[in-house]
């Protein structure tokens, strides 16, 4: 897919609202959820809120379990999925509406919006949870919740469930076991709707168009700071729902050989490469794409030689993406264009198959090629099988294909030329009936192409 590179990035914003999820797509979405779950009943939490020091609060986001299932946005707010009772299936429980708090920090939904927004069969006010709890989820075989989530939440379900486990062996009701939620949820989440690969397509457009923006203003004496602002700048301004999906990465010189480099307190230097890894995110759904720049406008000799060895794995993993394929084989045969590529440059010296046996190019490419993307940047699913084996590509799978080379400053017996020098290329890939389709090629990786951008850049 080829990307209109002076679209606005307004313009995938509004593509993104034009996507809005109504009450009936989370409803089908519960419904889906409660078959799984067979005779269970599920208790999902929201996020809690979080403080940043004293009584400034962390920006709210929502838990994507709870959104996913709900499209409930506030804190302090449990879900309970009770597929036994026919007439309340969905209940939630909620912040009252308090037009005193409210002044403070904004309208809530209250126990009539759960309602008649958000499609509950039943809602209650938060505080009548522990009262109402053990009525509602007494019926099911067993309770569904993600231990570990919440530590007052898991209190509240550990005190539940030892409860029942005291009054079974009398009444011969109450749950016999715990089980995550995940096991259901995680599989339902890989294989995406079209609305949510819509809402990612747009994130996808709106990262591209911040990563061209980087580009053509990344130039020697600019802070990494001062390209992350400006990246985050072109997400925010995009709308109110829009914004980083993780923490921006921008390491110049070695700190491109750091993976989830996130300082950016430097100022970059002449004839460094820049490596820019950052997404956005619009409704929940995120982008994720990593471009290395060659600050100077031009790569040097060793930075375009291990440039183009990762581009090569790049575009071999994103060529294999396609139904019937595996996480694995894609991993597999990107790692085997990389250590080729090690053992011409001089990195590792032997055979190719026993370099990848022994592990040996763990040195420089430590972790897996993919990743899931959705509402999570590495977004819910598994990667193995229960039974062993790799999980098999599906038409509605979202993916990330990022091969990289990493060499640390201080790598002992290595050509000094690429000391310091880390390279990772990421683009998003959509698995469909035909392939895979990339989402991010709205800005440009080929090496050349680049080069291009960078050096065309206003002033330089």
């Known amino acids: 897919m080829t990307l209109d590179r002076t679209a606005s990035p307004l313009a995938a914003a509004a593509r993104a609202h034009e996507t809005d999820f109504g009450p009936e797509v989370f409803r089908a979405r519960r419904e889906r959820f409660l078959e799984g779950i067979g005779a269970g009943t599920a208790v999902i939490a929201a996020a809690p809120e979080l403080l940043l020091s004293r009584d400034t609060e962390v920006p709210y986001r929502q838990n994507s379990d709870f959104f996913y299932l709900t499209g409930f946005l506030e804190p302090e707010a449990v879900a309970v999925l009770t597929p036994h009772d026919p007439e309340h299936r969905f209940t939630l429980f909620v912040r009252p509406r308090d037009p005193e708090k409210e002044t403070w920090s904004g309208r809530r939904a209250g126990v009539e919006g759960a309602r008649e927004a958000y499609g509950a069969d039943a809602a209650h006010p938060i505080a009548e949870l522990d009262e109402r709890l053990k009525d509602l989820v007494e019926p099911g075989d067993a309770l569904w919740y993600a231990l570990g989530s919440w530590e007052e939440m898991d209190r509240r379900m550990l005190a539940l ?21 995940a ?43 001062e390209l992350q602002a400006l990246i985050e700048h072109t997400f925010r301004a995009a709308g109110p729902e829009c914004g980083p999906a993780y923490g921006t990465i921008v390491g110049s010189g070695a700190g491109s050989t750091v993976l989830h480099y996130v300082t950016n307190d430097r100022r970059i230097g002449d004839d460094e490469i820049v490596l820019v890894d950052a997404g956005a995110e619009i409704g929940y759904y995120c982008g994720d794409i990593t471009r290395v720049l060659p600050a100077s406008g031009r790569f040097t000799p060793p930075q375009r030689a291990l440039y183009g060895v990762v581009h090569r794995a790049l575009e071999t993993g994103i060529s294999l993406v396609a139904p019937g394929e595996t996480v694995l084989g894609v991993h597999e045969a990107v790692r085997r264009v990389l250590v080729e590529g090690m053992v011409e440059l001089g990195l590792l010296a032997g055979d190719v198959d026993g370099l990848i046996e022994s592990e040996a190019f763990k040195r420089f490419f430590m972790h897996q090629t993919s990743h899931w993307l959705g509402l999570d940047v590495h977004d819910a699913g598994p990667y193995t099988e229960p039974g062993g084996g790799s999980v098999v590509l599906r038409p509605g799978m979202v993916l990330t294909v990022e091969p990289g080379i990493y060499v640390a400053a201080d790598a002992e017996e290595v050509p000094d030329e690429y000391r310091g020098l880390g390279i990772r290329l990421e683009d998003n890939v959509l698995v469909t009936e035909a392939g895979g389709e990339i989402l991010t090629r709205g800005v440009p990786v080929d090496v050349d192409e680049v080069e291009r951008v960078v050096a065309a850049r206003g002033g330089g």
Do not use: Y
């Not at 469930?161 to 939620?181: L, N, T």
């Not at 609305?195 to 990612?200: D, F, L, N, S, Y």
């Not at 996808?204 to 600019?222: D, K, N, Y």
């Open 161 to 181: 469930v030892a409860g029942f486990r005291r009054s079974r062996p009398r009444q011969g009701k109450g749950p016999v076991d715990v089980r995550d939620p």
């Open 183 to 225: 096991g259901v949820l995680d599989r339902l989440r890989m294989v995406k709707e079209p609305r949510e690969i819509a809402r990612i397509r747009a994130a996808a457009e709106l990262s591209a168009q911040a990563h061209l923006a980087a580009m053509r203003a990344v130039r020697p004496g600019m802070g990494e700071w």
